[in-house]
């Protein structure tokens, strides 16, 4: 069976593909033009085609002679490959979205995420979609990465609102194993599931599992929610590609706490406790497997 995998160089499409070709499926990864990414790919082991999400004549040739698609880029792309998925024999897409979907406040992301999913469930493909919450486990993802490295070098640490609000952080070896089982599982059809961390917890207690991990101690700051909003503005209007914005800090204004029971009930889908997760990250279990090539199934 051959898996097309789009978004094969980040985190965890990147983990996807090593678990496909480790269960014996034949993968072919989308790469747009000059991702740098793509060094950290076994690619002796998969086949690279180059091409562009949001254009129909790199993305046809692509899913020529594929079985399924595994859609790990952003969702805003699932409207152009739906519609060339739906040209050809191919039924079978795993597409990811995002538990932004969930949160309270109407910005573009969530506008993003919502139009998305509304092109898949209008879609005549045997879908599933993973919403997975914030994934960590590796130097290349977005989130603690950047809070490891803050705690590392800094005594204090800044607290919007306290730290009161809750997050479920999910590892990425486990979204990436519920890519595959929903290749699996036919009960996985035409259905959405939440992917999240095993419990919530306050951001607050999040830092400071942290800090055990490293053997730091971390002096809390609250600041005013209204005073860090207003200072991730101007930040943005500063900084081209900042790494705080301005809807992240309104986001910690609320909790990110969700329901993963049908996650495990039809994916099998049991995530590892946070504490374990940043064990393994701070071991560098994940950065070593970029430098591993695993054989094609």
Not at 78 to 97: D, G, M, Q
């Amino acid at each position: 069976m051959r898996i097309l995998v789009t978004g094969a160089t980040s985190q965890t499409g990147n983990l996807t593909v090593r678990a496909l070709l480790r269960e014996g499926y034949a993968v072919r990864c989308l790469i747009y033009y000059n991702d740098k990414g793509e060094r950290f790919l076994p690619t002796t082991a998969v086949e690279l085609v180059h091409g562009d999400l949001e254009r129909s004549d790199t993305v046809r040739p692509a899913l020529e002679g594929v079985d399924a698609v595994a859609q790990i880029a952003h969702i805003r792309f699932a409207p152009s490959l739906i519609a060339e998925c739906e040209k050809t024999p191919i039924h079978r897409v795993i597409f990811f979205s995002s538990t932004r979907r969930f949160t309270k406040f109407d910005c573009p992301t969530k506008r993003m995420v919502e139009e998305g999913e509304r092109a898949i469930e209008a879609s005549a493909l045997h879908y599933t979609i993973l919403r997975p919450a914030m994934i960590y486990g590796s130097q290349r993802d977005n989130n603690i990465s950047h809070l490891i490295n803050y705690c590392r070098h800094h005594r204090f640490f800044p607290l919007a609102g306290g730290g009161g609000n809750l997050i479920q952080p999910v590892f990425t070896l486990d979204v990436a194993e519920a890519v595959l089982q929903a290749l699996k599982r036919p009960a996985t059809v035409r259905a959405a599931y939440t992917l999240a961390g095993p419990d919530p917890m306050a951001y607050r207690q999040m830092i400071e599992a942290i800090a055990r991990s490293l053997g730091r101690r971390v002096t809390f700051v609250p600041l005013p929610l209204a005073l860090m909003l207003l200072a991730a503005r101007c930040y943005q209007a500063l900084v081209r590609r900042p790494r705080l914005t301005a809807e992240a800090i309104q986001r910690m204004g609320e909790d990110r706490a969700f329901d993963i029971s049908p996650a495990r009930r039809d994916l099998g889908f049991n995530p590892i406790p946070f504490e374990e997760g940043i064990r393994r990250q701070l071991a560098g279990e994940i950065d070593a497997l970029w430098t591993k090539s695993p054989k094609a199934g």
